[in-house]
């Protein structure tokens, strides 16, 4: 009706509107946001008209479409189905048939969009490449890095029925992927370019160093359980791990996976937590918790507001870093205050606080 693009329409709204001279419109704040909204709730399409419009643009490269559409990325990815490289097909700005496998790839770039912290990024980014290295080439940060990424793309060890033999079977059959792996670097480049993110590597806080955790970054299970050494491609696999709590022999650590409900931040440094019902304080679990400095082992809390994010997917966690045991109360449940190495981040606080 306006003639205007995505972008032009809403910078319009946000300095709303040009009319004839003499005449004017008056909206506080509160009603341009709603109004705002509201179109950008209307502006919402289905594949077709998303289609449409990247045909329109005629742009194949997502961060400068983006850019020029006033789209969030958020919004592409609504639904499993819908991916940067099928609307590229859809309207003929990709030649060429989609290989073997490729739809069930696209599938999981949504599971990327929380990837913001530069080292893991480049570390991604590498393994994308065309010239990518071969897993047994790579040094065991790296090696890490490799299987995060691998059981990011196959949570369930592999494509095929009994899944891959090797890491590096999974990443010969990635590198056959041009398509996938040119929009997932695009994904990644374009994440790292709107973070806002200050990265603190897990070693400079006085973590382990061959666990490359970056805190107050956000974190897939697979990516987590990966991390710590919890899981192989011939098992156990991330679909194994299903409680809130997991003791990680391998680097001696406690990995608390709290989904905010009953447990809650007292203070930027300080978070309230309940251990599962069978932990009493006397458990070979509660006094590892009440003593683990002295035992010299870690704990490390992520923490998520809600299950399921805006878009569907399962929610990441954000890496609080590593805690030190205050104090507790009670017994199974135990009700432990852990205290964190560095302050929970504004946007953190502002959900996990008590209310």
């Known amino acids: 009706m306006t003639s205007l693009t995505r972008r032009q329409l809403l910078d319009q709204i946000e300095h709303f509107p040009h009319l004839p001279t003499g005449c004017s419109i008056v909206l506080d704040d509160g009603a341009k946001m709603r109004l705002a909204d509201h179109i950008r709730a209307?502006?919402?399409?289905?594949?077709?008209?998303?289609?449409?419009?990247?045909?329109?643009?005629?742009?194949?490269?997502?961060?400068?479409y983006l850019r020029r559409s006033g789209?969030?990325?958020?919004?592409?990815?609504?639904?499993?189905?819908?991916?940067?490289?099928?609307?590229?097909?859809?309207?003929?700005?990709?030649?060429?048939?989609p290989p073997d496998g490729e739809e069930?790839?696209?599938?999981r770039v949504r599971a990327f969009l929380h990837v913001d912290d530069p080292e893991r990024?480049?570390?991604?980014t590498r393994m994308l490449e065309d010239d990518a290295p071969h897993y047994g080439d790579l040094d065991e940060r790296d090696r890490v890095y490799a299987r995060m990424l691998f059981f990011q793309l196959w949570p369930l060890g592999g494509i095929t029925r009994d899944g891959f033999t090797s890491y590096d079977e999974g990443f010969a059959a990635l590198r056959r992927q041009h398509a996938f792996r040119a929009e997932l670097r695009q994904v990644?480049?374009?994440?790292?370019?709107?973070?806002t993110r200050v990265p603190i590597p897990l070693r400079a806080v006085g973590g382990r160093r061959d666990v490359p955790l970056t805190v107050h970054a956000s974190y897939t299970r697979e990516e987590i359980l990966s991390a710590l050494n919890e899981v192989e491609i011939r098992g156990p696999l991330p679909t194994d791990f299903r409680q809130g709590v997991k003791w990680c022999e391998s680097t001696r650590t406690d990995a608390?996976?709290?989904?905010?409900?009953?447990?809650?931040?007292?203070?930027?440094?300080?978070?309230?937590?309940?251990s599962p019902s069978h932990t009493s304080e006397t458990s070979r679990t509660g006094l590892r918790y009440r003593n683990?400095?002295?035992m010299g082992t870690d704990v490390l809390l992520f923490l998520r507001p809600d299950r399921t994010s805006d878009i569907g997917s399962p929610q990441p966690w954000t890496f609080l870093g590593p805690a030190e045991y205050a104090s507790h109360t009670g017994s199974s449940p135990m009700a432990v205050t852990w205290r964190l190495r560095r302050e929970l981040p504004a946007a953190v606080w502002s959900y996990a606080r008590i209310s």
């Open 256 to 274: 608390l996976f709290i989904t905010r409900a009953k447990d809650y931040a007292l203070s930027p440094t300080l978070f309230h937590w309940e």
């Open 104 to 107: 069930a790839l696209l599938a």
């Open 42 to 64: 209307q502006l919402g399409a289905s594949f077709i008209e998303r289609a449409r419009e990247v045909g329109e643009y005629e742009e194949p490269l997502l961060g400068r």
């Open 292 to 294: 683990h400095v002295e």
């Open 71 to 97: 789209r969030e990325i958020t919004e592409l990815y609504q639904g499993r189905s819908v991916s940067w490289t099928g609307l590229l097909r859809r309207t003929h700005l990709l030649p060429g048939d």
């Open 188 to 195: 990644l480049a374009y994440n790292l370019e709107c973070t």
């Open 121 to 124: 990024v480049q570390a991604y």
